[in-house]
């Protein structure tokens, strides 16, 4: 007869071996997220930094727990508004909806937008943004808040997974001279959000 403790290592040893392997998939998956994501300052013309000063990006080691699979509710009745920026300028914006989320014991309702001027271009059409502040804004990242970008095509049936872990600086945080938006008061976050940009190290 085998044993029960067997039979239970039998079953426990395999989910455990899943749960290690899922963990390092996760884990190179954000790896070559933020390999893309220094390599675009390398190609962009307008880019605030050079090979010396990507070297200086800092990030949060990554964390599953900060990937949030959200609801989604569209807002389609939303007025246009100026959202204000860090160099005094407006850009228009509109809501376009609101996402609720379980985050590190936590409900968080966060507000998503579209660029009035970007939905006129066809290759940004699609393109959602959601600026956010949290606890952690003049300490451990920068002061101004953080991003993050989804495509209308990650909303499916009012559903939306918001990854924290890819939650980036916008350009002022690297240097003067950028018009960054300024998260709206909705989505100043009661909570430190430990994933993603840290403060720029270069400064």
Do not use: W
Request: net charge neutral; aromatic share 12%; charged share 25%.
């Amino acid at each position: 007869m085998v044993p029960r403790l067997a039979i239970m290592l039998f079953f426990l040893v395999p989910a455990v071996l899943l749960n290690a392997q899922g963990g390092r998939s996760y884990a190179k998956e954000i790896k070559e997220h933020r390999k893309q994501y220094k390599e675009e300052f390398l190609e962009k013309e307008r880019s605030p930094l050079d090979k010396k000063g990507v070297k200086k990006l800092r990030f949060f080691p990554p964390d599953e727990s900060y990937r949030a699979a959200c609801t989604f509710e569209r807002t389609p009745e939303a007025e246009p508004f100026d959202m204000a920026t860090y160099s005094g300028i407006t850009k228009p914006y509109v809501q376009y909806g609101t996402a609720t989320c379980p985050l590190q014991g936590q409900t968080v309702e966060i507000a998503i937008y579209q660029s009035l001027k970007l939905r006129q271009l066809p290759m940004y059409r699609d393109y959602l943004f959601i600026p956010f502040k949290d606890l952690t804004n003049g300490d451990s990242t920068y002061g101004g808040g953080r991003y993050m970008d989804i495509r209308m095509s990650d909303i499916e049936n009012g559903q939306v997974a918001l990854d924290f872990n890819k939650a980036y600086n916008p350009y002022c945080a690297y240097s003067d001279g950028y018009n960054c938006p300024a998260p709206p008061a909705e989505n100043h976050l009661e909570m430190a959000v430990e994933a993603g940009e840290k403060e720029f190290g270069g400064h």
